[in-house]
């Protein structure tokens, strides 16, 4: 009895547990395109401050962690879908709201979000997969999704002309 | 008078004949020959610490600040790859309404 107790006790913690983002890089094994960005800790706070964010922005003030995996495919079928199955599991056990399940011909867009106050959230995830692309963000910390839209054409972020089925980037416009 | 200088001239082939060198002549030579070394080893040491302690820390700080310029693009770059995401998702939902 006490060792089931134990093991239910444990149970949340284990679902916790880091997910290994790297395994993630599986994805990309036949892509065109590939960018694997994991920053935490001091370098992340090193990266915002060095780029002044954290000052003059508040977006990235309460960040903790940031894991971008994106590949881009010459042609459709270059990566195996049940590979994302371990990171919307890792997702899904940290409680997180799916607040986005939007599926579109051959796209789909799962968004999750861990509210913590109004209008600003403790984590974002999204996993986005078209034929020739496959996307997954994992932020951890306090984002004010409305301060991010707003980071268009500032700080050298550029701006992304966003058309149906197609996401380009475009230079920063200087005003 | 004749054996005196026939005495003398023995003497001096005596004191004159070709002897070899000892063995340790030449290195003899060579050591005392050598010019005296500008600084001891212990000097060279010294300042070889000395340069260590201040290249180290230099050659540090220039490689943290490249890889903190490094994380600044790619926070950047991590940025608009979400901004990208949520304004593609929010046109797939305007279009899907669009159709309803």
């Known amino acids: 009895m006490k060792t089931a107790l134990i093991l239910l006790a444990a149970l949340p913690a284990l679902g916790q547990q880091n997910f290994d983002f790297s395994t993630l890089e599986k994805l990309g094994a036949h892509a065109k395109e590939s960018t694997n960005i994991s920053l935490e800790g001091e370098t992340l706070k090193a990266a915002a401050s060095l780029a002044n964010l954290s000052k003059d922005s508040p977006v990235l003030q309460g960040l903790k962690a940031i894991q971008v995996r994106s590949y ?4 459709p079928g ?6 994302l199955d371990a990171v919307r599991a890792y997702v899904k056990s940290l ?33 986005s997969t078209e034929p020739q692309e496959v996307t997954v963000i994992f932020i951890s910390g306090t984002i004010n999704l409305n301060d991010l839209s707003k980071l268009t054409g500032n700080l050298g972020i550029p701006d992304m002309t966003v058309t149906h089925g197609a996401k380009k980037l475009a230079p920063a416009k200087k005003d | 008078m004749k054996g005196v200088p026939m005495k ?41 610490a000395i340069a260590v302690g201040a290249i180290i820390p230099s050659a540090y700080q220039s490689w943290q600040h490249e890889r903190t310029l490094e994380a600044r693009d790619q926070l950047v770059l991590a940025l608009s790859i979400t901004k990208a995401q949520l304004d593609h998702t929010k046109a797939m939902l305007q279009n899907k309404r669009q159709r309803q």
């Not at chain 1, 881009?72 to 042609?75: A, R």
């Not at chain 1, 789909?108 to 600003?120: K, P, S």
């Open chain 2, 8 to 48: 003398l001239e023995d003497e001096l082939r005596a004191a004159l004949r070709r002897e070899p060198a000892p063995a340790d002549f030449a290195a003899g030579v060579l050591r005392k020959t050598r010019p005296a070394p500008l600084f001891s080893p212990v000097t060279w040491a010294v300042a070889a």
């Open chain 1, 78 to 83: 270059q990566y195996n879908p049940a590979d």
């Open chain 1, 95 to 127: 409680k997180w709201t799916k607040i986005i399940d939007v599926k579109e011909e051959s796209e789909t867009t799962e968004i999750y979000l861990q509210v913590a106050q109004a209008n600003q959230t403790g984590g974002l995830a999204i996993i």
């Open chain 1, 72 to 75: 881009e495919f010459d042609k």
